[in-house]
């Protein structure tokens, strides 16, 4: 295990307020990292997509690097202008 995971495992244990706040942004941060990957992926730019999303360049880069308040809505637009469906899994 390397040194940040036991270090991140550590205050998990003693700290509940970092626990839960690391989790949640995690969760947000893995969000953005796949709506990058699958951007790349298609070979569109943050330009291309804004234009088909009919929006700006900055709406895509601040949707890929901070997502934690993407709606719904948005990121259902986004997955379909890259050929891909929303699948949302409550477990």
């Known amino acids: 295990m ?5 270090y ?4 998990k244990k003693t700290d509940k307020d970092f626990a839960k ?4 942004g995690y969760q947000s941060f ?3 990292v796949l709506l990058k990957q699958l951007r790349e992926e298609s070979g569109m730019t943050q330009e291309e997509l ?6 700006k360049k ?4 601040r949707i890929e690097n901070h997502s934690e308040d993407i ?8 997955a379909k202008t890259l050929g891909r469906k929303i ?3 409550v477990v």
């Open 50 to 55: 804004a234009a088909k999303l009919n929006t």
């Open 58 to 61: 900055s709406v895509i880069s």
């Open 30 to 32: 893995k969000i953005g």
């Open 2 to 6: 390397s040194d940040l995971k036991k």
């Open 71 to 78: 709606r719904l809505s948005t990121l259902r637009r986004y």
């Open 8 to 11: 991140i495992a550590k205050r």
């Open 87 to 89: 699948h949302i899994e």
């Open 21 to 24: 706040n690391y989790d949640i």
